[in-house]
């Protein structure tokens, strides 16, 4: 079992939809969680940040945790085309071992 | 304020040669790490500084990769000799202590 799984995709939805994305760990050690937005040719950029479990809303995105379960998402409401891009989940314990999951590659279609 | 900067941003190599990477991380990250990140794949952590200490470098092919960070500011990460899987996408990232990363551009690397 990989450490960090995440549905690769690639998702299109319409303009407008929301958008729900998913990652699954098996470390229950993981205490920080984070979602990166990538497009393509560029570095990750950090969307969200959350410590342990429970939802952290930032304009027309939340992020979820749930570590009983050991499952994050983040949800992206009145996705626009601009939000087409590789979506990454990532963990971490203290500030260290950060772990990424694969991407899932999201199309918003205008 | 200014992000986290990379060189180059593109290098071609032949198998078997040497190449050096350059980053400079946002002005008071104690933190530094370095990624590799290969097509259709999320980065994969080689090497994580804290000042110029190394925390982790688990996943460091050592027997090839080799990385510094001199007076905990600029860091370099050097692959030799290089191999056909080194092929991807290196990301230099910064944070403050047990915070966010912020990352570079990259340097994408080709060996044939």
């Known amino acids: 079992q990989k450490e960090v799984e995440q549905d690769p995709g690639p998702l299109s939805v319409p303009e407008g939809a929301i958008v729900s994305l998913n990652c699954t760990y098996s470390n229950s050690a993981f205490q920080y969680f984070m979602w990166y937005r990538q497009y393509s040719r560029k570095g990750p950029e950090l969307l969200m940040y959350?410590?342990?479990?429970g939802n952290k809303e930032d304009g027309r995105f939340t992020a979820q945790v749930d570590k009983s379960s050991k499952y994050i998402s983040l949800f992206i409401r009145d996705s626009q085309p601009s939000d087409s891009a590789t979506y990454l989940c990532?963990?971490?314990?203290?500030?260290?071992?950060?772990?990424f999951g694969p991407g899932t590659r999201l199309s918003v279609l205008p | 304020e200014a992000g986290v900067a990379q060189s180059p941003r593109y290098k071609i190599i032949e198998k078997r040669q040497s190449v050096a990477f350059w980053c400079n991380p946002i002005s008071g990250h104690a933190t530094l790490y370095w990624y590799q990140q290969i097509l259709g794949q999320g980065p994969k952590l080689l090497i994580q500084?804290?000042?110029?200490?190394?925390?982790?470098d688990s996943q460091l092919p050592k027997d090839r990769f080799s990385a510094e960070r001199l007076k905990g500011v600029d860091s370099t990460l050097k692959i030799q000799p290089a191999k056909l899987e080194d092929s991807a996408v290196y990301l230099c990232?910064?944070?403050?202590?047990?915070?966010?990363?912020?990352f570079g551009p990259g340097t994408r690397l080709t060996v044939t």
């Open positions: 959350t410590y342990s479990s």
């Open positions: 990532a963990m971490s314990y203290y500030g260290q071992n950060f772990v």
């Open positions: 990232a910064s944070s403050p202590p047990l915070d966010e990363q912020y």
């Open positions: 500084f804290q000042n110029n200490g190394v925390v982790d």
